[in-house]
Structures are given as structure tokens and as C-alpha cells.
């Protein structure tokens, strides 16, 4: 359960309440949310009883998911990626290749995104990959490269953490963390980012529903960390046309039920070149708060999923586009 | 197979080909397509040489739909309705009711989308229902109200035909026949309304894949009737924020691969009201030829399907920001 | 809705409740089932009031379906195809091609099912495919094939009806109707067999749920047609191993909140071939009613799905495994 | 890539292919699986050429999964548990509770599942859950509870490992390690889980097809631990009448392609008691190598997932019953 302290709690009335839970010998955790101050406690079946404490009360929602709701926070959520806002009127673009593959091509990529608009750059320096014959990417060398890159053009940085053994060095030049959709039920590794602060990209699950999405959300909330984007990156259906299917009736569907900023991978949503620029489009008009598309500069070369990857000139098209697009929702680039 | 004949074929040859259709009895049927000439030829078995026969070429395409392929016809289909185009550079708006109820509520609907540039009007006479125990459409009488509907405000029909014992009672008011999705399989269905020339809007079955819904387009087709627009209402999935999956990205596919236009119904695409002006906006930004829209004037009394019917107001707003959206795709309503 | 006549109502009761029912014009059917008197009325909003009368009471169910439910009538219904059971004790084997090609090929297979045990000879004469340019059955020389295997094995003759105008024709042969998957939802075709006596196997939707297969069975029983057995023959999912996923886990559903029958197609269930025999095991022994298999004798030269279809020799092993399954559960072929 | 050194190899022609990929700086990893050697090779983009090397090939597969395939081992593989053969033609009975609760209760169940015929007990310490709120297992106190119970019943123990961190303190009681439908794709967890030769229940997830299964068994594989053992625990399709969607087909199709043994858990399969039963038969009559079934002697009372677990009583029918299908398909619990 959650727990809320009302701002004007006595800090007499505090230490009681906080010393019957070290009595009842229950795991607690003290979080802060902006400046409202949360208790998370895990009770093992032996309930709480709250009524004799003043100042203390239970987060409740309508929903499974409490920290995530609406209700427990009306207004929209944004994240502030040093500077580069997620999910305010200013709408964010983040590009660049599936993986990091070499200093100068990253470098080339980076800087023409950037010269389209981008302010974050992707990349995966450790990649989950279906098959153990596949390139894994190139793991510390990639966060190496990701690093100079990141001093040179002055981009933030997003690229996947995998698993919790390599949350530090990945930490070290990542702006933003990014848990792909295979992670997405990884609960050790949502709870140890939960307990940074550092923003966290949150893919959807090929096969997970909006309530499973948002409470493995709430797994990083719970753990205290506020810094939370959705990304829905298409699910699993029967259709073929696509590799995957882009949901896009989850970003209103988020939009009411949630605070939290949500973003568009139409790269992975559609597993297609020539598609990525008509659902960017849909992205944004469906109301989405960014996008993240991968862009390669020589896509037939690319040493993973170079078929779904936009090249530089088509990105900038996109991005004048889409900001019209975005004009229309009252909202810019 | 089709076959095609050359346009100066003379009428020696054509004359000399049927005579050997004839003769190896073999059903065949003459069709047109713009000005070309067709000739549906149904095989079992039996193949036909055409290498003695000069002017009559097979259509070929390395899809398993060839009319509806843009290998066949390169440039897209507008389809006329009653001088309301579909598939140019104007879009087309739909919309009405989900059932016809009664003369006064289908007018008042009827004028007020009129008013918000709505150019034909939607609404069932005869309704499929999963249960025999619901309301089935006033049928007959719905007819009734529409002819005059029709008459009073000028508005284009589209209503649904649901069998073919009642297709000529449809056509009587229907400027076009809406097939459903779950009749998007239904072959005998498909072969009548094929052998018609009237405008035919063909929705995706709810498991339907690509191919699939241009293979059942190709039934129309290969009977003769070249106005065949498409229709995507959301796809079955295991996503339960919505009442279906809207899989938008057919949409670029669609007009990738075939040249007939295609069109998105938002609101059975989702079923849920909230998320009809969101997803709209998605649509045409992805380059839809236009959408069906629900519209009623007192949602929480409609006889079916209330709960993703739109207000009046609603789809005046609507329709004012997807002509914005509509403009960024050089586009207009 | 429905609504049940006490079995000791008196004829004065009777008639002035039907008096009643034509003053207010609504449409109504009486129907038997087995010997008990049901009216089914079609209310179009005008709710009928029962309290006045004596001997009338309205069929509730907590399902939408209600007479298909088990709280309707308590016992399995056993299906009397002109001596053949399904439903009961014995179990029941039905086998044959997927579509009817030549009298002899049709006799030849029909022997050698009949001889391992199969009582009842499936085969297509109607034909649904998906393209137009597929081999669409012989049709009206398909019926009069099986007419001519009929009168010389004394097997009964399943075959597939795709439409209102062939009724008849089918009728005319078939022991059983067939209704595809295709077609559970088409309406129109569900009330014209359900106006027939004449039992009726009803193939699960690809995308249908329980409650839509078991309502789309009301729509027949509704009708007045009690002889309703019910097919899975595989879903459509993501799984691309076999070609539609069957969903043996609705058949113990069934059997729980409907007394109909329930047989399985495992050939069009998986799709493949060398996955019959496993899946035929696993379906006697999940407490299906019977299995629809497709038998060729020449599968590589099959008109349509052969390579589904597995040869007689493998059928005769299936056979004679499935009886032990079945005595595992009690039953027999 | 994998290759295989003949047996006969020189240690000389050895020593020389080993340094060779020393020179080329490549990450490789001696593995053996029975008396075969091989050598894992993980190529980055360089490509090896084996032609100058004697006593080494590639193995190769027509399937994306090499080790995993029925091409690498044409003899079923049978995994031996301490005893307790999983794969041969003494099929497995896995019981327990969803999750470990208390001494006394695992206890009493452990005997009542052990008196049925099982031979192996399931029981959950780490417990991965779908929300932050819900009982997370009791962790180290289960792991204790588990290995008290083993010692004094004398059964085989399995149980969930949910990351790296706990795998020493899991391994310490688990004979087998279950990696959970979540993590079929943590290749971290699955990389160090087949770095030890423990005995890995590896279930599919939810949306995994069968080529993303055996690749990750490759994982497993392909790191050294040769002792894989899959399971089948229901998809995630639109069918509402279950929890999940059990894919039996895919016993059969695993059976053709791969040399591991599958069992089936019709508890999570289905997610519904009184399916447990039909469901259980239906998975032995389609050619699992056995089952694993959710136990508890007060399901209502349940810390998770009651509703899907069945009572002792039933357990010992269940044995009963299947013991008789597996006679047909002439194996034996």
C-alpha cells in the first residue's frame, strides 16, 4: 500500500506512526513525490490499521495503479531530461540508430538528427537480441562511444539497460534509461531504476495490456522514482502486414487515466521503412508527446534491423511535417 | 484468372478467344475496368493456354489480388457518389447514426452533420447483431426514413446490406452499400454486389489480414464493379483499453499496394466515445481517404452502439481540427 | 426475448396471451423444444408485461444466451442425425475430403472412413475461399456426388452450406448443414436454418468468443432448430506454428455452461497434417463429442487444403487410439 | 555461431584453431554436450573461416536454432533430475502451491501431491508479480520452508529464480530452476542460468512464438547446460473464457523440430480450476513428457492465484486418469 503524509504533519505525529512500523516489523520505504511526501509499505498479509494515526493516509484510486492515476495527480507530468522537457506543449524527437555500431558513424547520425531537430539521441550499446548468434551489440565499448558522442554534439542520451548488473555504466552516460518491451515484467531491474532518479523510458510489452503497463510503472514509482515516459512500440496480433501492431488508442486511453507523458517508436511499432513517416504523423495527431525513431545513415549496412530505419534527409521531412502536425494539437517541436 | 485484352485487339481475335472459352465450357465473364477490358475466366482445373490467341495477355501481379493491385492500375481509384469523390485529394466525411430509430431523430442528426460538412450520411436499417434477442433495425421502415432523409436534406446514403435476399430493397435508397465485418467474408454477398455498379464500402473482418480484405475487394472487382472503397474498424486483439485495436498503419500499406481508397471508422475502430476525436485526428494525419463517424443526438438513448456515438457539437469540433490535419497532407475536406 | 409456456396452461390462458401479443403487433414464433413450448417474441423497445398472465414466464439465464445455457435445460443435448448420436455415450467420427472432385475419388475415400470406423462422410460442395481465382467447389456436381456415395454406403453426408439461395439444394443431401466459420455471424443464414429441423454443425468463428459462438447457436435454436452441435476448428493468434491455434480449453467451457454438443476439426484446427493424430487425442480426451477429420486418399493432389488432409491408412490408426481415449473417459466410438 | 569438434580431432589441430581465435580477439566459450565438444563463437561482424582448420565444423540447422534442433540430436533428450527422467517414457508429475505459504501447509500438501505420484514439488519464494501491492513471496523464508520440506519429504524441488542476484540462494534448494514466462527473454538471467548444468524449466511467454521459445532454450543451450526442459502455460489471445490460451499444438510441433522435452502447466494455461482436469488429459493425449499442476489444500485461502489451483483429492483422481492416457500413448507416470 501506499501511503500519503499531510503536508502539515506534526513530526511528533510522524515518528509514532513511523516506529509502529518498525514495530509491526513490515518493509517500508519513505518516498517523495515533487514535494508531497509517500510511504510505501509491503505488507505480507497482515493489514495496517490506519485509523488511529492523524496525518497519514492511504493513496486510493479507482485503479489498480495508484501513483500512476490521474486521481492521485491531476496535472500532466513532465520530465525534465536536463533541460529537455517530456511531456509538456513542447513535444520531443529522439533519433538515431538501433545500435551504436562505430565512433564516426554515430557521430555522422547524431549530428545530422540534430541538425533535423532531435535533442536526444538513441542507440544501443547492450542489445537483447532473440537469437544468441545475433550481434549483441557493443556493450562497453558502445556506452564509450555514446559518451563521446554525447560531448561532442551536446545530445542527451537514451540507450536500453538490460539488467541490473550493468545499471551503473550505463548510468554513467545515459540521460535517459530505456527498459525495452522484453523488460517491461523485469521487476528486479524495474525496482532497482525505481530507486534512481534517473528518467526511464518504459516500453509496452508485445503482449501487455494498459493496466500491466502502467503497474510496472508503478513499480518504478512505488520505488520513488517520479521520472517515468511510456512509449508504446506495437503489440502482437495476428495482422502481418506489420511486424508488430501500433496501438495508438493507448495514448488518448493513457491521457485520461494517467499523468504520466507517453511516446510513439513508430520504428519498432511497424518493423517498416516506408511506414514510419504516415504513423509519425498519427503519433503525433493521436496526441502523443514525442516520438523516438531510428535513423541510420546507411540503412542496408545497419548490423541490426536496418529495415526499419529511416535515413537522415527522410528524418528531416518528417520533422518539418510533423510539427505541423503538432501546430494542430496546440503544441510544437 | 483475369485476362486482359489489348485495346486494338481485333474482333477477329476476341471473336476467335471466346469461341475457345465456349467450347472448353469454362464460366467466364466479361468486365470493364475504367476503359479496359477484362475477361473473369473460371478455371477448375482446366488451365487455358493464351499462347495461340494474339490482343489477350493474363493479368499478372505479385500479389494474390491483381485488380486491386497498384501493379495493375497504378494510379488511385477516386471513386464517384453521386458527385461526392473518395480517394482524391478531397477527404470524405461520414457520418450519422449507428441505427436508423425514427424520422425526426435521423433528420435533426442528418442536418447538423450536414451543417459541419458532413457530405453523406450513415445509419443502419438492417442491423447485424451478435444476439437474437437485440434490436435488429427498424429494416423496411429504416429504408423508409432514409429515402426521405435523403430527399429533404440532399445528403449521399450509406447503409449496410446484410444479405442478398434484401439488396435490391437497399439500392433503392443506398448511394452506397456498406458491407460489415463480418460479412467481409461472406462470398455470395460479395459476388452479387460485385455484379452491381454502385459504390461499395467494405469493412475489414475483425480477423481479417491484408490480403484477406483485398482478396474479398478482389470478389467485387472481378464481378465488374470497380467502386470499391475499403474500410479498417479495428482488429481483434487481446488489448481490452478499447473495444477493438484500431490497426492504422494499414492504411500506408494499403495505398502501397493497392490503388483503391481506404477509409477508417473510428468509432467501432475503439468503442469508446473519449477517444473518437483522437483518433480521428490519427487517421487522416495517416493518410486515410476519410472516416465514418458515429453521430447521435442523444447518445445515452440510442437504440445500439451508444456508448461510441459523438454529439453533434463534438463532431462540428472534429471536423473543424482533422481539416487542419487534413491540409499538413495537402489534403482537404 | 423468450418466453416458456407452463406445460398444464390452459387454452384460454394460451390464446388470450397470443391475443395479446397481435394487439401489440409485435413479431413473435412459437417453437418447440423437445416437448416443451417456448414463444420467442421480437421486441423492438416495447417491453411486454407478463404479470397479468397465468402460465407465461420469461426463459432467464445469467447468460446472455438462453436456451443454448445449462440453467435452461439441465441435461446434454444428443443430436439425432437419422440414427447417429451426438452428444451422448458414443462419441462420434466424421470424415472425408475437404471438397467433393469425382465420384470415384469421393466413393473411394468414403469406403475406407467407413471402414475404419467414421459414420458420417464430410465434403465440400459449396465451397468458400478466400480468392476468387480458388477452385470454388463443384457445386451443384458435388451434390449430386455425395447424393450418389450416400445412396451407395449409407454413410450420412455432412456438407457445407455458404448461402440462403442453396439451401435447398444442400437440404436435398445433407444429413447435417454445415456452417463455416466464415458464416457464424452471418444471420441471415443463421434464421433460414434455424427455421429447418434439420441438425446443424456450427463452426467457431476465427475471432469469436464463447458468448459470440453460443449466441450465434441462440440464433438457430431461437428459430425453433434444437439440433445444434457446435465445432472448434482454431482461433486466430499470433502463433505461426500451425495455422489457426485450437483452443481445446472451450471445450470443457462448453460442457459447463451449455448442454450442446461439441465436436473438434483438428485439420483445419492446426492445419497441419502430422499434427491430426496428437491433436485428435487431445480432443476425445479434453470431452469432446466427436472429431471432424479431412481424409484424402491422394492429399498432394488435393483441389483444396491437402496438405491438411492426412491418407486413410493414418485415419484407420487415429481411429482405433482415439477409442481407447475415449474409454479413459468413459465413452466409445 | 556453433561449432563441433570431431571427436577424433588432434590435440594439435586443436591447439592451433584455439589460438587462432585468441588472434582474432573473439569472445568464445568451450561447451560439451553429452560427449560432444563445441565451441560457441561470438562473432561480431568478423566472420571465421574454417577451411584451414581439420576436425571442426559448424553446426548448422535449417532452423534459426542449432542446438535446440532435432537436425544437432535426433534422440529425444531426457533430463535427469536426481534421479526423477524427464523426457523418456516415464512421463513427470510436478504439484505444489502457487506460492510457498508456511512449513505446515507446504508440508501437508507436499505429502498429499507426493502420495498422488508426484515426484517433484512446485512452490513459489520469489514470486513475480504484475503490481508492486501484491504479495511479492516470502523470499528467503520460502526458499528455507522449501528446503525443510525436501528434507523430509525426499522430493525433487522446483521453483522460480526471477534475476541473477538470487540464483546461488535458489540454487541451493531448486533441482530444477524455473524461469517464468516473463523472463523467457531476460538474456541475462538466461546466459547465467546456463553457465551452471542444473536442470532449467523454461516456460514460454506470453506472446512468444515457437522459434522465440527455442531460442531462448538456445541461450541456454549455447551457454553449456544442456539439461532444457520447456513448457507450455497458455497464450495470450482475445478468447475471454480462460485466462490464457493453452497451445497444445505446440507439444507435437516441438516433438518434429527440437530434441527437448515440453511438459504442460494447465494451471496457468487455463487459469481456471475446473479445467485442470480436461486440460491435464488433453495435454498427456497430445504428447507431453508430463505436467505441472497447481496444488493447494485450501485454494480459497490462497495467497495467489487460488482460483486456478485444485484440491488434493482431485490431484489424486487426475493422476489416476492420465496414467490411463499415457498407457495409450504407451508411456507411464
Not at 495527431?285 to 535515413?311: K, T
Amino acid at each position: 500500500m501506499i501511503l500519503e503524509l499531510e503536508k502539515n504533519i506534526s513530526s511528533e505525529n510522524k515518528a509514532k506512526f513511523l516506529s509502529k512500523l518498525f514495530e509491526k516489523d513490515v518493509h517500508f520505504r519513505e518516498i517523495s513525490f515533487g514535494d508531497r511526501g509517500l510511504i510505501h509499505v509491503q505488507e505480507n498479509g497482515d493489514l495496517i490499521s490506519l485509523g488511529e494515526f492523524s496525518g497519514v493516509n492511504e493513496v486510493r484510486s479507482s485503479q489498480q495503479f495508484k501513483l500512476a492515476s490521474r486521481e492521485f495527480k491531476p496535472e500532466d507530468t513532465v520530465v525534465d531530461v536536463g533541460g529537455v522537457k517530456i511531456g509538456g506543449k513542447k513535444l520531443v524527437s529522439i533519433a538515431g540508430p538501433c545500435a551504436v555500431e562505430s565512433l564516426e558513424r554515430t557521430l555522422e547520425i547524431a549530428k545530422r538528427v540534430q541538425d533535423s531537430g532531435a535533442e536526444i539521441l538513441r542507440g544501443g550499446a547492450f542489445k537483447p537480441r532473440t537469437s544468441p548468434y545475433s550481434f549483441q551489440g557493443l556493450q562497453h565499448k558502445g556506452i564509450e562511444i555514446l559518451a563521446e558522442v554525447k560531448a561532442r554534439t551536446g545530445l542527451k542520451i537514451i540507450t536500453e539497460v538490460i539488467d541490473t548488473e550493468t545499471i551503473d555504466e550505463v548510468a554513467a552516460v545515459a540521460d535517459i534509461f530505456q527498459i525495452g518491451s522484453r523488460n517491461m515484467q523485469n521487476f528486479s531491474l524495474l525496482k532497482k531504476i525505481g530507486k534512481t532518479k534517473k528518467p526511464v523510458l518504459l516500453k509496452r510489452g508485445l503482449a501487455a495490456t494498459l493496466d500491466e503497463l502502467l503497474l510496472s510503472a508503478e513499480y518504478l514509482l512505488s520505488e520513488g522514482n517520479p521520472n517515468v515516459i511510456l512509449c508504446e512500440r506495437g503489440i502482437r496480433t495476428f495482422a502481418n502486414h506489420t511486424r508488430n501492431t501500433l496501438d495508438l488508442s493507448i495514448i488518448p486511453t493513457v491521457k485520461e487515466v494517467s499523468h504520466l507523458p507517453i511516446i510513439v517508436d513508430p520504428s519498432h511499432g511497424t518493423g517498416k521503412r516506408n511506414q514510419i513517416y504516415d504513423m509519425s504523423l498519427a503519433s503525433i495527431a493521436s496526441g502523443a508527446d514525442g516520438i523516438i525513431v531510428e535513423v541510420h545513415n546507411q540503412p542496408s549496412e545497419a548490423l541490426s534491423d536496418g529495415f526499419q530505419a529511416i535515413e537522415p534527409s527522410d528524418f528531416q521531412k518528417l520533422m518539418r511535417d510533423i510539427s505541423l502536425i503538432a501546430n494542430v494539437r496546440q503544441r510544437h517541436f
